[in-house]
T-cell receptor
Framework: EAQVTQNPRYLITVTGKKLTVTCSQN?????MSWYRQDPGLGLRQIYY???????DKGDVPEGYKVSRKEKRNFPLILESPSPNQTSLYFC????????????FGEGSRLTVL | RKEVEQDPGPFNVPEGATVAFNCTYS??????FFWYRQDCRKEPKLLMS???SGNEDGRFTAQLNRASQYISLLIRDSKLSDSATYLC???????????FGTGTRLLVSP
């Protein structure tokens, strides 16, 4: 089954404790991206990657890191989480030449205390 | 001004009703347009692309007005299962530079 898998789906952590949210897709997509969704603000892009070893900042990259060492994986790293990073996070992927259809993971709800 | 603006709703309609949502965008250079659907606490999924000539998919019709910079979504014969949040999405230029609206919530009641 074609899918984008995120883990963990739910996480409560404390300020400053490094965490990684993993994202894996099995559709051989070149493009992958991370979004956060907050009430009243919609989905905002954090980072994206056009292919292996190619990443770039989105609209809200501060406080986040990513890496793309393999085509299928695109982890999101919060080196020192803060309460303002409490949010619902979505990973998404697509083919480079698609017409705008993104395939999303089921989301990871993160709470930073 | 937000790049993509939508009425947050909620729109409360009875089954069988026709409902329309509008979405305005600020970047006149925007190249492509989409409607996504997001169920409560779920991931967004593509509902349909929006073409200049307008397009229809069953009970759903999408239209684009470039001169006034808005897109619309019309849902006919609403079903209970149409209850969801509908996200307007605009490609503001460049590959995959998608901007998501905050969504319009639709509640269809029996």
């Amino acid at each position: 089954e074609a899918q984008v898998t995120q883990n963990p789906r739910y996480l409560i952590t404390v300020t400053g404790k490094k965490l990684t949210v993993t994202c894996s897709q099995n559709m051989n997509h070149e493009y992958m991206s991370w979004y956060r969704q907050d009430p009243g603000l919609g989905l905002r892009q954090i980072y994206y990657s056009m292919n292996v070893e190619v990443t770039d900042k989105g609209d809200v990259p501060e406080g986040y890191k990513v890496s793309r060492k393999e085509k299928r994986n695109f982890p999101l790293i919060l080196e020192s989480p803060s309460p303002n990073q409490t949010s619902l996070y979505f990973c998404a992927s697509s083919f480079r030449d698609n017409t705008g259809e993104l395939f999303f993971g089921e989301g990871s709800r993160l709470t930073v205390l | 001004r937000k790049e993509v603006e939508q009425d947050p709703g909620p729109f409360n309609v009875p089954e069988g009703a026709t409902v329309a949502f509008n979405c305005t965008y600020s970047n006149s250079a925007s190249q492509s347009f989409f409607w996504y659907r997001q169920d409560c606490r779920k991931e967004p999924k593509l509902l349909m692309s929006v073409y200049s000539s307008g397009n229809e998919d069953g009970r759903f019709t999408a239209q684009l007005n470039r001169a006034s910079q808005y897109i619309s979504l019309l849902i006919r014969d609403s079903k209970l299962s149409d209850s969801a949040t509908y996200l307007c999405v605009v490609n503001k230029g460049g590959f995959q530079k998608l901007v998501f609206g905050t969504g319009t919530r639709l509640l269809v009641s029996p």
